[in-house]
């Protein structure tokens, strides 16, 4: 089975003729109570017929085009709605492959998204974004693609990643295809409001391609001029707010708004205030997950679950909706194709079981064609074979020991002023905390709650070791924690109060060329993510068994945190304040920009 997606152009006397009643539908919904997202109402009675992959006619009685090859779905009366879109998600994150995301995603309404492939480049470079863009391709899904603009997150000054990515890569990309549309999220915000050339100039390459730019703007948002300067070079959107006043700031100068509701940040609740106690206008505000691990996507859902979390803050159902679809599509430019049921869209369906808030989905239409009923897929979707550049990509040549985790002190013995790295539940930001601990023999010794963090250069360019403490954690017995997933420069990041375990744990994810590895002096648990270091292309139920296997060994020594890995992954990605650790050390934000500061005070 195919799915495709041919452009309006390449179809529109067939969908016209079938309108008409003049060509008979390949598909027709009758008796649907239609959720219109472009004027807001819940129509009765209302018949969709279909043509191919899009849509020819959406009305009270489609009889006119049904012949003896249509299928034909009576929804008796059941809410239909477009499927559902991800205006900000980056597939990696998930630990799945596209065809595993599709799969895990498609029966929970999903039928498309905007996808940052920014974790495999950063370690294959465009090779990778390419194998993400070809597989997406092959899957039902309306998967549009983002060129990674921060290849390294901010340059390689503050960390070593495996490939880097200018103006010219960029310019690249956008010659494979329409589904290529935008430039991913510039979180090098300090450089592009300073004018550097390589983020300026990548911005250029997609203006001058027609594309949109996607950003990641985390200084404070009462500096106007600042928040003026990013927005003046051309980035129309962002998704890192996380209070009302980020929203309404981004909103006044014509940006559009995404509210993330991921696995483990929450930022939907406080940001949708915007709208449910300031009433200001919802057009420009998107709904996004920007991630959902695949544990979550199995308990939780994806866009699904955060439709149904909006309304729980008050959100009336059909707004909501509207965040999830065409919000979305007229953020890209796309509405002329997705996030919407009307004639010459592609259609892309959901029909919903029980009350509309429940938001419930029963079936799901893909490109026309009927891709999962009652929770399961209905089709069957191919391998795709990975080349082996992706999946040996861990280049560390010596085996790590347990010294490689001590931390020498200035001092031989007594106290020293440190900075620790305070990690906050279901937040992406963390808290520089500096604390006193005391030192033995020229070595740091831990305090109770506290853990080290190590970071390996993995991609085989210098060898750089960096050292940090962490607070939050919450480890009350020996334990450490290996993972190749450190966005986003994913080196081999380690955590843990026990120098042994520690080396365990990272000679363990060596060996398996990359995933995630939890050892105690009891136990061990394992998650092979061979491709990049980053997924898995094993059926996403396996993965996500694998993944709760994690969180359950995280718990056991007393890492109780909400979809705990998904927070711990954030540690080194230096774009998000206050501060990380890379190879290369502590890295904070300041409002002129990034700085390395050292770990002794």
Same mark, same amino acid.
């Given at each position: 089975?195919?799915?495709?997606?041919?452009?309006?152009?390449?179809?529109?006397?067939?969908?016209?003729?079938? %309108?008409?009643?003049?060509?008979?539908?390949?598909?027709?919904?009758?008796?649907?109570?239609?959720?219109?997202?472009?004027?807001?109402?819940?129509?009765?009675?209302?018949?969709?017929?279909?043509?191919?992959?899009?849509?020819?006619?959406?009305?009270?009685?489609?009889?006119?085009?049904?012949?003896?090859?249509?299928?034909? /779905?009576?929804?008796?009366?059941?809410?239909?709605?477009?499927?559902?879109?991800?205006?900000?998600?980056?597939?990696?994150?998930?630990?799945?492959?596209?065809?595993?995301?599709?799969? %895990?995603?498609?029966?929970?309404?999903?039928?498309?998204?905007?996808?940052?492939?920014?974790?495999?480049?950063?370690?294959?470079?465009?090779?990778?974004?390419?194998?993400?863009?070809?597989? @997406?391709?092959?899957?039902?899904?309306?998967?549009?693609?983002?060129?990674?603009?921060?290849?390294?997150?901010?340059?390689?000054?503050?960390?070593?990643?495996?490939?880097?990515?200018?103006?010219?890569?960029?310019?690249?990309?956008?010659?494979?295809?329409?589904?290529?549309?935008?430039?991913?999220?510039?979180?090098?915000?300090?450089?592009?409001?300073?004018?550097?050339?390589?983020? =300026?100039?990548?911005?250029?390459?997609?203006?001058? @391609?027609?594309? /949109?730019?996607?950003?990641?703007?985390?200084?404070?948002?009462?500096?106007?001029?600042?928040?003026?300067?990013? /927005?003046?070079?051309?980035?129309?959107?962002?998704?890192?707010?996380?209070?009302?006043?980020?929203?309404? %700031?981004?909103?006044?100068?014509?940006?559009?708004?995404?509210?993330?509701?991921?696995?483990?940040?929450?930022?939907?609740?406080?940001?949708?205030?915007?709208?449910?106690?300031?009433?200001?206008?919802?057009?420009?505000?998107?709904?996004?997950?920007?991630?959902?691990?695949?544990?979550?996507?199995?308990?939780?859902?994806?866009?699904?679950?955060?439709?149904?979390?909006?309304?729980?803050?008050?959100?009336?159902?059909?707004?909501?909706?509207?965040?999830?679809?065409?919000?979305?599509?007229?953020?890209?430019?796309?509405?002329?194709?997705?996030?919407?049921?009307?004639?010459?869209?592609?259609?892309?369906?959901?029909?919903?079981?029980?009350?509309?808030?429940?938001?419930?989905?029963?079936?799901? /239409?893909?490109?026309?064609?009927?891709?999962?009923?009652?929770?399961?897929?209905?089709?069957? =979707?191919?391998?795709?074979?990975?080349?082996?550049?992706?999946?040996?990509?861990?280049?560390?040549?010596?085996?790590?020991?347990?010294?490689?985790?001590?931390?020498?002190?200035?001092?031989?013995?007594?106290?020293?002023?440190?900075?620790?790295?305070?990690?906050?539940?279901?937040?992406?930001?963390?808290?520089?905390?500096?604390?006193?601990?005391?030192?033995?023999?020229?070595?740091?010794?831990?305090?109770?709650?506290?853990?080290?963090?190590?970071?390996?250069?993995?991609?085989?360019?210098?060898?750089?070791? @960096?050292?940090?403490?962490?607070?939050?954690?919450?480890?009350?017995?020996?334990?450490?924690? %290996?993972?190749?997933?450190?966005?986003?420069?994913?080196?081999?990041?380690?955590?843990?109060?026990?120098?042994?375990?520690?080396?365990?744990?990272?000679?363990?994810?060596?060996?398996?060329?990359?995933?995630?590895?939890?050892?105690?002096?009891?136990?061990?648990?394992?998650?092979?993510?061979?491709?990049?270091?980053?997924?898995?292309?094993?059926?996403?139920?396996?993965?996500?068994?694998?993944?709760?296997?994690?969180?359950?060994?995280?718990?056991?020594?007393?890492?109780?945190?909400?979809?705990?890995?998904?927070?711990?992954? =954030?540690?080194?990605?230096?774009?998000?304040?206050?501060?990380?650790?890379?190879?290369?050390?502590?890295?904070?934000?300041?409002?002129?920009?990034?700085?390395?500061?050292?770990?002794?005070?």
């Amino acid at each position: 089975m195919t799915f495709q997606r041919p452009a309006q152009y390449e179809c529109l006397r067939d969908l016209t003729a079938t %309108a008409r009643g003049d060509m008979h539908a390949t598909l027709v919904i009758q008796h649907a109570t239609l959720v219109n997202v472009t004027s807001g109402e819940i129509l009765s009675d209302i018949d969709i017929a279909v043509q191919g992959s899009r849509i020819a006619y959406v009305g009270k009685d489609a009889t006119h085009t049904i012949g003896s090859n249509t299928k034909v /779905i009576d929804a008796a009366g059941r809410y239909v709605a477009p499927g559902f879109l991800d205006g900000h998600c980056h597939i990696e994150s998930s630990q799945i492959t596209p065809t595993q995301f599709a799969r %895990a995603v498609l029966p929970k309404g999903t039928t498309g998204g905007f996808f940052d492939a920014h974790e495999i480049t950063n370690v294959l470079g465009l090779e990778g974004l390419k194998l993400m863009l070809e597989e @997406a391709r092959t899957t039902p899904m309306a998967a549009y693609m983002q060129v990674a603009s921060c290849v390294p997150s901010t340059n390689p000054e503050f960390e070593t990643n495996g490939v880097t990515i200018g103006p010219k890569e960029v310019a690249e990309a956008f010659t494979w295809g329409d589904d290529m549309v935008a430039l991913g999220e510039v979180m090098n915000f300090p450089g592009v409001v300073y004018g550097d050339d390589t983020m =300026l100039g990548e911005i250029e390459e997609t203006l001058k @391609a027609k594309r /949109i730019v996607d950003g990641h703007y985390t200084w404070a948002a009462d500096d106007d001029k600042k928040l003026s300067a990013y /927005i003046a070079a051309g980035v129309s959107g962002d998704h890192e707010v996380t209070t009302i006043e980020d929203v309404v %700031a981004r909103l006044r100068l014509g940006q559009y708004v995404k509210m993330r509701r991921g696995s483990a940040w929450h930022d939907v609740a406080e940001t949708i205030k915007a709208y449910t106690e300031r009433n200001l206008d919802t057009r420009r505000m998107v709904l996004v997950t920007d991630d959902r691990s695949p544990e979550s996507l199995v308990d939780e859902g994806h866009m699904d679950f955060v439709i149904r979390h909006a309304i729980a803050q008050g959100v009336p159902p059909v707004i909501a909706i509207q965040m999830a679809t065409i919000n979305t599509a007229e953020r890209f430019g796309l509405s002329n194709d997705i996030g919407i049921i009307a004639p010459g869209r592609f259609a892309d369906i959901v029909l919903l079981d029980g009350p509309l808030v429940d938001v419930k989905v029963g079936m799901t /239409i893909a490109a026309g064609q009927v891709v999962a009923e009652n929770g399961e897929m209905t089709v069957e =979707l191919p391998n795709y074979p990975y080349p082996q550049s992706a999946i040996e990509s861990v280049h560390l040549s010596r085996v790590i020991t347990a010294d490689d985790f001590i931390i020498k002190s200035p001092v031989e013995n007594g106290k020293v002023d440190v900075r620790v790295i305070q990690v906050r539940e279901n937040h992406v930001g963390t808290i520089e905390k500096h604390m006193q601990i005391s030192c033995s023999n020229g070595h740091v010794e831990l305090e109770s709650g506290l853990s080290k963090m190590v970071v390996f250069e993995r991609h085989g360019k210098n060898g750089n070791i @960096a050292h940090g403490l962490l607070a939050g954690v919450g480890f009350d017995k020996p334990a450490a924690m %290996a993972t190749t997933v450190g966005h986003d420069s994913h080196n081999l990041m380690v955590i843990g109060n026990d120098d042994a375990l520690m080396a365990k744990a990272a000679n363990l994810i060596v060996e398996m060329q990359g995933g995630i590895v939890v050892v105690s002096k009891e136990s061990m648990t394992k998650l092979p993510l061979p491709i990049a270091g980053l997924m898995s292309e094993a059926p996403f139920e396996e993965v996500a068994a694998g993944s709760k296997a994690i969180s359950h060994a995280l718990a056991k020594v007393g890492c109780t945190m909400n979809y705990a890995f998904m927070t711990l992954s =954030l540690l080194s990605l230096v774009v998000i304040p206050e501060i990380r650790l890379s190879d290369k050390g502590l890295v904070r934000i300041t409002d002129k920009g990034f700085e390395i500061v050292p770990l002794f005070i």
